[in-house]
């Protein structure tokens, strides 16, 4: 039981380029998110989604696009990125929401020069 | 709207000593109030959650917590520390009319020392 897991750990983007991370988990949750951390700010919610095909905003949710074809997987889209994109970015599922754990992969470390 | 606030961005102490990580939470409305902890490089990891009940939880590692409705406060305290708690700390709420999404608060970094 791999949990959830995170592609890649590490990438570096020039403004203006695009890239998709990755993020899977095999506990067959429902419910599965993105967040990001930046230094003092927590983790804020971009995009969340509460099965395949259906999918929401979360707090910060300009700039990126989600999917959710199957109950695994929940790929984040940079469509362009900019360097107040750089940041810890964070997927997590749970078997729903409100009072049920969520379990976080071990993210993406993303840098924008 | 609910809004989580951590009254320490970083709290040192020796090992061994007790350390208190402070929380506040806003809400007009019943929520569900959790504490995760992030070690260095790593994810996030559950520490502990408040449904309903008791307002003392217990949770791993020997953390506890206490709900304060009163004061809307879920501080989390440990009688005795070790190096190995070094690591930071969220605490978080969910419930209410956010749609059961979690908001996290700011992060309190402890650190321990020998």
């Known amino acids: 039981n791999a949990g959830v897991t995170q592609t890649p750990k590490f990438q570096v983007l020039k403004t203006g380029q695009s890239m998709t991370l990755q993020c899977a988990q095999d506990?067959?949750?429902?419910?599965m998110s993105w967040y990001r951390q930046d230094p003092g700010m927590g983790l804020r919610l971009i995009h969340y989604s509460v099965g395949a095909g259906i999918t929401d905003q979360g707090e910060v949710p300009n700039g990126y696009n989600v999917s959710r074809s199957t109950t695994e997987d929940f790929p984040l889209r940079l469509l362009s990125a900019a360097p107040s994109q750089t940041s810890v970015y964070f997927c997590a599922s749970s078997s729903g929401t409100g009072h049920y754990e969520q379990y976080f992969g071990p993210g993406t470390r993303l840098t924008v020069t | 709207a609910q809004s989580v606030t951590q009254l320490d961005s970083q709290v040192p102490v020796f090992e061994e000593a007790p350390v208190e990580l402070r929380c506040n939470y806003s809400s007009s409305v019943s929520v569900y109030l959790f504490w995760y902890v992030q070690y260095p490089n790593q994810g996030l990891q559950l520490l502990l959650k408040y449904l309903s009940g008791s307002t003392l939880v217990k949770g791993i590692n020997g953390f506890e917590a206490e709900f304060n409705k009163s004061q809307t406060s879920f501080h989390l305290r440990k009688p005795s520390v070790h190096i190995s708690d070094t690591a930071e700390y969220f605490c978080a709420v969910s419930g209410g009319n956010q749609g059961g999404k979690l908001i996290f608060g700011q992060g309190t970094e402890l650190s321990v020392k020998p």
């Open positions: 506990m067959n949750h429902e419910y």
